[in-house]
Every structure is written in structure tokens, then in C-alpha cells.
T-cell receptor
Framework: GENVEQHPSTLSVQEGDSAVIKCTYS??????FPWYKQELGKGPQLIID?????GEKKDQRIAVTLNKTAKHFSLHITETQPEDSAVYFC???????????FGKGTTLSVSS | NAGVMQNPRHLVRRRGQEARLRCSPV?????VYWYRQLPEEGLKFMVY????????ESGMPKERFSAEFPKEGPSILRIQQVVRGDSAAYFC???????????????FGSGTQLSVL
């Protein structure tokens, strides 16, 4: 089955810096790669997703890149703010109707 | 529109008791997923259900755990004879009917924190 590895497990940055989180996946058939943000005491919320027919996607300060050949994808957050502090999860799935497989998460701390 | 509703938020059980966790999906969503989250770990897939059908239960322990999503009412995750190792946060997520070939995003509830004494 699919296996998703996520690095780093913790990341501390100064406000205004950029943050990058990387994930690798094992199943070349995976075609959907979402990123979720989880704040303390809440459920994960989707922040951005990318499908395998696209190499990069941006949404304001957030961008995701996908390298299908290397089977890895990354989340980039620019101009970080304290409210970006949370746990971020990457995930992958093979096809519609199958479960998302998540990485172990990255705890991002943005200090002002 | 109400999001995914899970109850209770916190559930305390003694070893050997039964735990029942409820999940009401977003209105109109026909797919429900259950995940378990332990400290320092990610979200572990447990089971995927559609109305009245279990689609994939490969992540759910074969013993003591069961799940259902009836035609009417919420999805239920049941854990019988709980043990301390069952203590975790259990999250439910829902998604609408998948369009052909496209994965639909998951909407998560706020979770149920199960504590086994």
C-alpha cells in the first residue's frame, strides 16, 4: 500500500521567513496530494491540494510543488505569520474512492 | 451549512467497557472516513464507508472494532472491551460522491478524544 514520509517533524521560523515542508510517497499510482493544517484542539482543514497532472499550484502565500518522477511534493509558505503556527499534514491517495494516507505531520512554530 | 459533527468531544471509559463514537457528515455527503491520531503520529486510516456499505476496513483492527454508516442517522465507530492502548483522538471525515476519476477533498470533524482509565 501507499506510504507517505514527511520531513521535518518540527520547524521553527521567524515571522516573515519562508517555511518548506517535504513529503515523499511510495506508490507511483497516487494522483492526488492535499495538505491539511491542524490547529490545537481542532480537526485538520484542507489548505491546498494538487493533482498529478499539475506541477505547481499557488494560493496567496501558500504553494505546493509536485515531482512525479521523484515521487515527492512540497509545501511552501512565504511571509510566515504567527497564525501559521500549527501542525501540517501531507497526504496522498491513489484514486477517487480510496482513503487518504497521511504523513506524520510537521509542527510549525512561527515566532514574532 | 453545518460541518462534520462528532460527539462526544471527550469520552472516558474504564478498561473493558464499550466506546461508541458518532459522526454526522456534512449534509449531502455520502462518504465517511474514520482516522485515529496518537500523539507525535499522523492520522492513521481506519475505515471508509458509504451509506450501508463498508468500502475499505483495512486500517481497522479485526477484533473489538466495528463501524457502520446506516441509511439513516450518523456513522458509528464502536470499540468493545476498550484497553488503555485505545486512548487516542478519533477523527471522522466526509466527502461528497466522488466524480469520475477525481478525488474529493475531506472535511474533518473536531474529533473525539477517548481516554481509557
Amino acid at each position: 500500500g501507499e506510504n507517505v514520509e514527511q520531513h521535518p517533524s518540527t520547524l521553527s521560523v521567524q515571522e516573515g521567513d519562508s517555511a518548506v515542508i517535504k513529503c515523499t510517497y511510495s506508490d507511483s499510482a497516487s494522483n492526488y496530494f492535499p495538505w491539511y493544517k491542524q490547529e490545537l484542539g481542532k480537526g485538520p482543514q484542507l489548505i491546498i491540494d494538487i493533482r498529478s497532472n499539475v506541477g505547481e499550484k499557488k494560493d496567496q502565500r501558500i504553494a505546493v510543488t509536485l515531482n512525479k518522477t521523484a515521487k515527492h511534493f512540497s509545501l511552501h509558505i512565504t511571509e510566515t505569520q504567527p497564525e501559521d503556527s500549527a501542525v501540517y499534514f501531507c497526504a496522498a491517495s491513489i484514486q477517487a474512492g480510496t482513503a487518504l494516507i497521511f504523513g506524520k505531520g510537521t509542527t510549525l512554530s512561527v515566532s514574532s | 451549512n453545518a460541518g462534520v459533527m462528532q460527539n462526544p468531544r471527550h469520552l472516558v471509559r474504564r478498561r473493558g467497557q464499550e466506546a461508541r463514537l458518532r459522526c454526522s457528515p456534512v449534509k449531502g455527503h455520502s462518504h465517511v472516513y474514520w482516522y485515529r491520531q496518537l500523539p507525535e503520529e499522523g492520522l492513521k486510516f481506519m475505515v471508509y464507508l458509504q451509506k450501508e456499505n463498508i468500502i475499505d476496513e483495512s486500517g481497522m483492527p479485526k477484533e473489538r472494532f466495528s463501524a457502520e454508516f446506516p441509511k439513516e442517522g450518523p456513522s458509528i465507530l464502536r470499540i468493545q472491551q476498550v484497553v488503555r492502548g485505545d486512548s487516542a483522538a478519533y477523527f471522522c471525515a466526509s466527502s461528497p460522491l466522488a466524480r469520475a476519476g477525481l478525488n474529493e477533498k475531506l472535511f474533518f470533524g473536531s474529533g473525539t478524544q477517548l481516554s481509557v482509565l
